[in-house]
């Protein structure tokens, strides 16, 4: 693991992989490969951005010229792919990008992958590649769909998506599935549940609440509030995926999750109550079409057989996050008067 492709870097978790990773490991290159789409904002990497190992490149996924030339460039011997729209409702709204971005994204750096690690490149029945390489594909739990009352998501979980979202991911699942089992390309998958933490686009629950708190919003909350989501914290996630890159076994699939389910409603009060809010903001208001009501996962994959755990408690992790986004109004406040957007012409004056 010296030498690396991010994609998606910019965005929530991919941002906060590239530090967890510059902070755990020693690499000679790490080259983030991102879009800058409205999700993408380099703000979240500014401590890391004078790393001699880092580099950053505005690109994207589908194009085949341009990770051709990277890894040309840069002989990579690992790619984790964190690219993606990422947000639910923009995918009811907007569908074509999610399944050119998701999947076609996808299948244009398995290509690429295949091609730069195999042992005869272009020949695509050899099934032998360079010691030490590996593609991590970053999935969700909404893959499986949704679950009633009962029951956890394991690995063998039928995958059920309901979303343009989640068909588009479980759709590139299917294809880095096909380039494991057809051309023998080293790869894992992680299915991750809900993430919260520092540098989340205040689009998704929680950083969308605690931003409207600060400004006295109202709290739009969907339906009757009590779908359930399994919460775990993005550096969590980070450990997770480091961990499944050093010890995950070639073609397996881990799921990633906190064991800690909370209805929306109780994340919401959750939130009036520390910053000390009145709960007349909430407002109820109409449902998410196909609105998947609970997600929980099994995680006992990746906890028995490769050892990880996760280190923040819900409490106290929530907590640093409400905390940590008071701390940083202004982080907030250049993404809601779209001033983060001028960050790479002012950074990056090639
Ligand atoms: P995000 O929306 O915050 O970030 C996505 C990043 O991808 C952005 O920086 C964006 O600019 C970039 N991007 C988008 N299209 C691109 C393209 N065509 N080429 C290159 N870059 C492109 O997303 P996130 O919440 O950080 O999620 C990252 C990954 O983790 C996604 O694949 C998502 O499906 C998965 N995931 C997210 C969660 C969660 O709770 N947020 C949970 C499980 C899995
Ligand atoms: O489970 C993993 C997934 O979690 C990831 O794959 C996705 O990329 C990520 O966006 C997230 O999807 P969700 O749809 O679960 O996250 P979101 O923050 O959009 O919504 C969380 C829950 O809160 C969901 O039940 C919808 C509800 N919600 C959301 C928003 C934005 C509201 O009630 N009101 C809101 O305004």
């Avoid at 530090?19 to 890391?48: P, R």
């Avoid at 588009?168 to 294809?175: E, G, Q, T």
């Avoid at 989340?200 to 931003?211: C, G, N, R, V």
């Amino acid at each position: 693991m010296k030498r690396i492709l991010v994609t998606g870097g910019a965005g929530f978790i991919g941002s906060n992989f590239i530090k967890y990773f510059l902070k755990h490991i020693t690499c000679e290159i790490l080259v983030n490969l991102d879009a800058l789409t409205y999700a993408g904002n380099l703000e979240n990497l500014s401590e890391i951005e004078e790393e001699t190992c880092y580099i950053f490149k505005k690109g994207d996924i589908r194009d085949h010229g341009l990770l051709d030339q990277l890894f040309l460039q840069y002989q990579f011997d690992t790619v984790v792919n964190f690219a993606a729209e990422s947000h639910v409702d923009r995918s009811i709204t907007e569908p074509e990008t999610f399944l050119t971005t998701n999947i076609i994204g996808t299948q244009a750096l398995l290509e690429t992958t295949q091609k730069h690690w195999s042992k005869q490149a272009g020949n695509k029945y050899c099934r032998e590649y360079r010691e030490g390489v590996k593609f991590l594909q970053v999935s969700t739990d909404e893959v499986y769909g949704a679950l009633g009352k009962e029951g956890l998501f394991t690995e063998t979980t039928p995958l059920s998506p309901n979303s343009p979202y989640s068909a588009s991911k479980a759709s590139a699942d299917l294809i880095v599935k096909a380039y494991y089992e057809t051309f023998g390309l080293p790869v894992n998958i992680t299915r991750c549940s809900n993430n919260y933490g520092p540098y989340q686009f205040p689009e998704k629950l929680i950083p969308l609440m605690i931003h409207n708190c600060q400004v006295d919003e109202p709290l739009p909350v969907y339906g009757d509030g009590l779908q359930i989501r399994d919460w775990l914290h993005v550096e969590d996630h980070c450990s997770a995926i480091l961990t499944v890159l050093e010890k995950g076994g070639v073609g397996e699939i881990y799921n990633i999750g906190g064991n800690n389910e909370k209805a929306n409603i109780e994340i919401v009060n959750l939130i009036l109550e520390t910053m000390g809010k009145d709960k007349g903001l909430i407002r109820y208001v109409k449902d998410r079409p196909g609105h998947d009501r609970r997600y929980a996962i099994d995680n006992t994959k990746i906890t028995t057989q490769l050892g990880w755990k996760p280190s923040h408690s819900f409490e106290q992790g929530i907590a640093e996050t409400i905390a940590w986004y008071l701390a940083n109004k202004n982080w907030m406040q250049n993404i809601t008067s779209g001033v983060y957007t001028q960050y790479y012409e002012k950074m990056y004056q090639f």
